[in-house]
Antibody, heavy 124, light 107 residues
Framework: EVQLLESGGGLGQPGGSLRLSCAAS????????MTWVRQAPGKGLEWVST????????YYADSVKGRFTISRDDSKNTLYLQMDSLRVDDTALYYC?????????????????WGQGTLVTVSS | EIVLTQSPATLSLSPGERATLSCRAS??????LAWYQQKPGQAPRLLIY???NRATGIPARFSGIGSGTDFTLTISSLEPEDFAVYYC?????????FGGGTKVDIK
């Protein structure tokens, strides 16, 4: 059974940092690119960042570029999101998500498994 | 950035009725569009991928159609558990983008 378990959320100060983790199990993590998606309270879904298989290619939304860093540790089957220079509008539930299919050269970026999310609140 | 516009924002229907949800893209996404269902307090659930393919375990009452810029999700006969928010998402270009959602609520 595929499971994605996020952790690391909590209260962060504006300008501060948090590090999110997503522990994956039940599938060959090393073979899949992975993604973070967030949802502000009462709002819709917003793609945040994606890391490729192997971790050598990363993609970021303009809203987080230069402040957030996505990474992965395949030996631990874990995805990370380092969040620096936090802003009040980063307040959201952060989900990690697995794409439906990845080959050695491409992924199909629709997401068939999601974690339950970890809540990040940025406030002074 | 490809903008996805969903309509209507809210759809008020009764169980057993047919629901028709629309997603329009600001430029062509070919057939690379997915639909998700989200219930309160839950993560999104993939319903349809690549415009018309039902994901694993999704009931046949859910169907999708479309290509280019105009897409439709149809729920043929609403069950009580179908009242939720529905999002579309394109995977053609970075950044990946989602529509603003359509809430299907009980009339």
């Amino acid at each position: 059974e595929v499971q994605l378990l996020e952790s690391g959320g909590g209260l962060g100060q504006p300008g501060g940092s948090l590090r999110l983790s997503c522990a994956a199990s039940g599938f060959a993590f090393i073979n899949f690119a992975m993604t973070w998606v967030r949802q502000a309270p009462g709002k819709g879904l917003e793609w945040v960042s994606t890391v490729s298989r192997g971790g050598d290619t990363t993609y970021y939304a303009d809203s987080v570029k230069g402040r957030f860093t996505i990474s992965r540790d395949d030996s631990k089957n874990t995805l990370y999101l380092q969040m620096d220079s936090l802003r009040v509008d980063d307040t959201a539930l952060y989900y990690c998500a697995k794409p439906r299919y990845c080959s050695s050269t491409n992924c199909y970026w629709s997401f068939d498994y999601w974690g339950q999310g970890t809540l990040v609140t940025v406030s002074s | 950035e490809i903008v996805l516009t969903q309509s209507p924002a809210t759809l008020s229907l009764s169980p057993g009725e047919r629901a028709t949800l629309s997603c329009r893209a600001s430029q062509s996404v070919s057939s690379y569009l997915a639909w998700y269902q989200q219930k309160p307090g839950q993560a999104p659930r993939l319903l349809i991928y690549d415009a018309s393919n039902r994901a694993t375990g999704i009931p046949a009452r859910f169907s999708g159609i479309g290509s280019g810029t105009d897409f439709t999700l149809t729920i043929s006969s609403l069950e009580p558990e179908d009242f939720a928010v529905y999002y579309c998402q394109q995977r053609t270009n970075w950044p990946l983008t989602f529509g603003g959602g359509t809430k299907v609520d009980i009339k």
